[in-house]
């Protein structure tokens, strides 16, 4: 059981890394906006990312080859 | 409702939402179907859309489109405003130079209502040569916007935000909001904290229960209490300042609220269970501190989102007065900065443009739209030595004014002071948990004093930790969970349901509602004028009168007029704007009138046939021989406006009608909806003193407005509410808004705030079960520190999980 003289300072010094880089994260501005990223991975935004030969056919971009009905 | 020229129902604008008018020919293939558009403003906006290949937006959002009147309204001015942006001067107050020689901007953005639209945004900024980086806040509004300036110029960028359907506003922040930015940041971080202890101390306490049914060595149960007090120290004396500074505060004013009992647990359980790890005796209790600050923060955090949600933009009044002015210098027009103007200054403004500020009309005849300032929707004629407002609209012709007042001294401020004054003057809510609180936390100490004197004089050497967990027991998490909870899970049901909720009071206040008090235009009414009836006198069917009004009006930008827009398809010749009588135009070859009955007649050298008897704005139109046929236009009563009405009744609350308009329109309106009083003709200083004098009866009021007029008595109500398509001082004043542009919403936050107050009870009342049982057993010293952590936790479960029946979308019965 004497492990646990060594593990739980360990778990407290994690604990504060976490919490200064929580402060970090915060004063950096990354939580200045709780709505908007949560539905932002829903945007299919991403064609030029995806590697030309697995792209899927339907989503061609353009205003003229709308060819997606849902 | 009864008009003839619409008898079924409309289809609505798939851009916007409001309804399509008959006849309009504006439609954008979207996700390869053609969507009907109510104007050629949103027609525009949905083909950049397209176009940019940021259709994905339509799919995304989950709210329709603001629509803009301002940009699509006027774009000329628009252009003139947008051009001032480029300016240094001008530029100096909102934009910066980065290291690497861009130029970053800070703007606020009117018309976002959704994460669709912050998406929109960004990727159509982000597709213009010369921007380097655009991005959108959702809860804020605000835009930073980084640019190259040998690129693009910002008038160009501040250009298409304007052709996406949005308006960019450049943003000052003031101090006010800087703070607020502060005070969030801090709660998020205390949270964390509070958070992150919370987890590895309960990790810790499980261990030490554990320890306390199978036997753990000694040492290491000490090990284990310094552990935990150096995760909770951090969780007591930081995340819960917040609670002591506000129970310091109700000490001094001599008021016992919840943060007071709430302080004290904290306190005592934390310093009690410091004392134990100290000594290697009694118990600790640094689970339930921590449990209890966290749980507690994340209900005043979300309370504070609600209030920030409404997003005070910069400057409310940068909506109402133009940037720009045309300013005569000698015998140039000179286009400068608003803000430059000085009293004595004269100002060109052309028809369709806004005033820049007060003033007195030097030359030339017009009319005026006031509706911004009276809710009255028709112009007012203005002949030279008028006065004229700065904010109001300039309707037909090109006149010049001399300036009278600027800034603090305009009409427009008096308004916003007054509604400072009224803010102030709102007396506070009291609210149900500080009431119950008071009584609370007087027992709780004088039972704990009691149980000390008692156990000292019994056995001394038990008496401080028998009286400790007397207090820890009488905790009072689940009372003051009760109606945080519940007001958190109603006000997230009523976001939903499209009603936002801005101050903490409004719940308990609609609860207990007697009076509703709705303003006319805009509220109960669409607020603008449309074509509600045609009588054809002679041969012409009403298609025909339609084409051949439409014709004559397009060369009007008259209200009027614009009721006339969605029927246009051709227009007349050699059109001659008759102030305050009407047009006159020729068609076809055929020359012909439209207006008041007098003027029309003149045309064909009659006395005009009598008018209809219906109330309403009869137009006549004549041609040279006779007259074609009348028309009348009426303010369109929204289709919810008689059921919300009927519903508000039956909830046993008295409806009021309050108006700006004096003419029998009012009557008319309120005998259709069923509105038993009516006061009609009341400024803006006479509404404050109406509600005042109601709300001195005894009277608990809710008062529904949408424009600059209402706003002083938004303040003076008990309970605001202001209509989505209210000015933006209108909203940031309002304890809520109806994002919904719905009535029938409010009926729905009445039922749901009558059933939050019943719900709150229940939770008090468990709370004070608990309390009321735990008690005695933790008196006479029969309950173990865990049976009392279990307990704890079990009532502030039930607390909860009763709160989150309100999460339930509410019935209606229509």
Known sequence: MSIIYLLIPIAIILAGIAIAAFFWSVNSGQFDDLDSPAHSILYEDDEELIPEDVRPEKRVKGPDTDTKHD | ?814
């Not at chain 2, 006319?520 to 669409?526: I, Q, V």
């Not at chain 2, 309403?616 to 074609?628: F, I, M, S, V, Y």
């Not at chain 2, 369109?636 to 059921?643: G, L, N, V």
């Not at chain 2, 865990?786 to 704890?792: D, F, N, P």
Request: charged share 20%; glycine share 8%; hydrophobic share 45%.
């Open chain 2, 1 to 814: 409702m009864n008009s003839h020229v619409d008898g079924v129902t409309r289809e609505a604008c798939y851009h916007c939402g409001l309804p399509v008018p008959p006849g309009s020919q504006f439609r954008t293939l979207i996700d390869g179907e053609q969507r009907a558009m109510c104007c050629p403003g949103c027609q525009a906006v949905s083909q950049t859309i397209v176009d940019g290949g940021l259709d994905t937006f339509y799919r995304h959002r989950d709210k329709q489109n603001q629509k803009n009147d301002r940009i699509t309204g006027n774009s000329e001015q628009r252009a003139l405003e947008l051009s001032l942006f480029d300016d240094p001067d001008v530029q100096h107050s909102f934009v910066r130079k980065t290291a690497q020689g861009e130029r970053e901007a800070l703007l606020v953005i009117e018309g976002i209502t959704c994460a669709a639209c912050v998406w929109l945004l960004e990727h159509h900024l982000a597709k213009q040569p010369g921007v380097v980086r655009a991005s959108v806040n959702l809860t804020t509004h605000r835009a930073r916007l980084v640019w190259n300036e040998s690129e693009t110029r910002l008038s160009a960028l501040l250009g298409e935000v304007d052709r996406i359907g949005y308006q960019a506003h450049p943003y000052q922040p003031n101090q006010e909001e800087a703070l607020l930015e502060q005070e969030k940041k801090r709660a998020i971080r205390r949270i964390g904290v509070a958070g992150l202890g919370m987890m590895q101390v309960m990790m810790l306490a499980a261990a030490l229960y554990a320890g306390d049914i199978a036997s753990m060595e000694s040492q290491i149960v000490t090990f284990i209490r310094w552990a935990s007090l150096v995760l909770a120290t951090p969780v007591a004396l930081y995340s819960a300042r917040p609670f002591y500074t506000a129970a310091l505060r109700d000490i001094k004013t001599r008021q016992l609220s919840m943060d007071v009992p709430v302080s004290l647990a904290i306190l005592l359980a934390y310093s009690a269970s410091v004392w134990a790890t100290f000594a290697g005796s009694g118990e600790v209790y640094f689970d339930s501190v921590t449990m209890f600050t966290f749980f507690l923060l994340i209900g005043r955090f979300m309370e504070m989102q609600a209030r920030h949600r409404t997003g005070r933009a910069g400057n409310a009044l940068l909506n109402l007065l133009p940037a720009s002015a045309l300013r005569l210098e000698g015998e140039q027009e000179v286009l400068v900065p608003a803000t430059r103007l000085r009293v004595g200054d004269r100002v060109l403004v052309k028809p369709g443009h806004t005033l820049p500020a007060d003033g007195r009309i030097v030359s030339g005849h017009t009319s005026v739209d006031e509706s911004a300032l009276t809710g009255e929707y028709m112009p007012l004629s203005k002949a030279p030595g008028d006065l004229v407002v700065g904010g109001t609209q300039n309707v037909e012709h090109p006149v010049v004014i001399e300036i009278t007042e600027t800034g603090s001294d305009s009409r427009l401020s008096t308004i916003v002071r007054m509604l400072d004054r009224a803010q102030a003057e709102k007396p506070t809510v009291a609210r149900i948990a500080d009431q119950v609180a008071r009584y609370f936390v007087a027992c709780t100490l004088i039972t704990a004093a009691a149980v000390a004197t008692s156990w000292w004089l019994i056995e001394p050497q038990n008496a401080f930790w028998i009286t400790l967990s007397v207090l820890v027991v009488t905790c009072p998490c689940a009372l003051s969970l009760a109606t945080p909870t519940a007001l958190t899970a109603a006000t997230g049901t009523l976001r939903q349901a499209g009603v936002l909720i801005s101050r903490g009071h409004v719940l308990e206040s609609l609860a207990t509602a007697t009076h509703v008090v709705f303003d006319k235009t805009g509220t109960l009414t669409e607020g603008n004028l449309q074509i509600q009836d045609i009588r054809p006198l002679g041969g012409s069917d009403t298609d025909e009168l339609l084409r051949l009004s439409a014709a004559l009006e397009a060369g009007s930008e008259h209200p009027i007029a614009q009721a006339f827009t969605p029927y246009f398809q051709v227009r007349a010749e050699h059109i001659r704007n008759h102030l305050g009588e009407g047009l006159e135009g020729e068609l076809d070859g055929r020359k012909m009138r439209i207006g008041t009955p007098l003027f029309a007649a003149q045309l064909a050298g009659i006395t005009p046939p009598p008018a209809p008897d219906e109330s309403g704005l009869w137009l006549l139109l004549c041609d040279t021989d006779r007259p074609l046929g009348w028309f009348r236009l009426d303010d369109q009563i929204r289709p919810e406006s008689a059921q919300t009405i009927a519903l508000l009744n039956r909830l046993g609350l008295t409806t009021v009608m309050l108006t700006g308009d004096g003419s029998s329109a009012a009557d008319d309106v309120a005998r259709r909806l069923g509105i038993s009083e009516v006061q009609k003709g009341m400024a803006p200083e006479q509404k404050l003193s109406f509600l005042k004098a109601l709300s001195d009866t005894g009277a608990e009021v809710v008062m529904i407005g949408d424009g600059i007029n209402d706003i002083p008595a938004l303040a003076g109500a008990r309970t605001s509410i202001a209509m989505a398509g209210a000015t933006d001082l209108a909203k940031t004043n309002a304890d809520a808004v109806l994002i919904a542009n719905d009535l029938m919403r409010l009926t729905d936050a009445i039922r749901l705030a009558r059933k939050t107050r019943a719900i709150i009870r229940e939770n008090l009342a468990w709370a004070l079960l608990y309390n009321v049982l735990a008690l005695p057993l933790a008196a006479t010293g029969f309950i173990a520190p865990y049976m009392a952590a279990i307990g704890m936790s079990a009532s502030s479960l039930v607390v909860v999980g009763n709160a989150l029946r309100l999460s339930r979308r509410p019935k209606r019965d229509r």
